[in-house]
């Protein structure tokens, strides 16, 4: 459940990150290009999310599904995912230092923070499901197991 918590916890800091610096530098332009150029974000975040985060996580899910139930935490993710994530990386860096205004790169922060915290509910939604079984199966137990409790 820790690492649950944890992966929560870093993907909603990622996303509130991203929103955070896109929406504060989107707060000094004009208000009129200010919601124009939000609202393109939060399409383009949903572009991101229909089209690239959001399959991603459905493949980890997959994966993750069929790994026995000790496998490695490097295992979270996919080696291809690895490559992405450095790639990202090393395009923030680049991006944060490069001369592009910062009101194009709130649309690109507001973009991919968008998408990946629509693409995180994939993962609770599965973690609720892995739960609510766990929960099914041990009620079902002790019902199984109260008749039993009395003969001696």
């Not at 939000?38 to 996580?57: E, H, T, Y």
């Not at 509910?121 to 892995?130: D, E």
Request: hydrophobic residues 50%.
């Amino acid at each position: 459940m820790l690492a649950v918590r944890s992966i929560g916890h870093n993907v909603v800091h990622r996303w509130f990150n991203d929103v955070y610096f896109g929406v504060g530098w989107l707060a000094s332009e004009p208000l009129p290009l200010c919601r124009t150029m939000g609202v393109f974000g939060i399409i383009l975040a949903f572009l991101a999310f229909r089209k690239g985060f959001g399959k991603i996580a459905n493949r980890n899910i997959i994966r993750l599904r069929r790994l026995p139930e000790q496998g490695c935490i490097f295992a979270f993710q996919a080696w291809k995912s690895y490559i992405i994530i450095f790639i990202m990386i090393v395009l923030g860096i680049t991006l944060r230092q490069s001369p592009l205004p910062k009101s194009i790169l709130a649309i690109i922060y507001i973009t991919i923070g968008g998408g990946l915290f629509l693409s995180s509910f994939f993962y609770f939604k599965h973690v609720r499901r892995i739960i609510r079984t766990a929960r099914l199966r041990h009620a079902a137990y002790i019902k199984k197991a109260k008749p039993n409790q009395g003969i001696n």
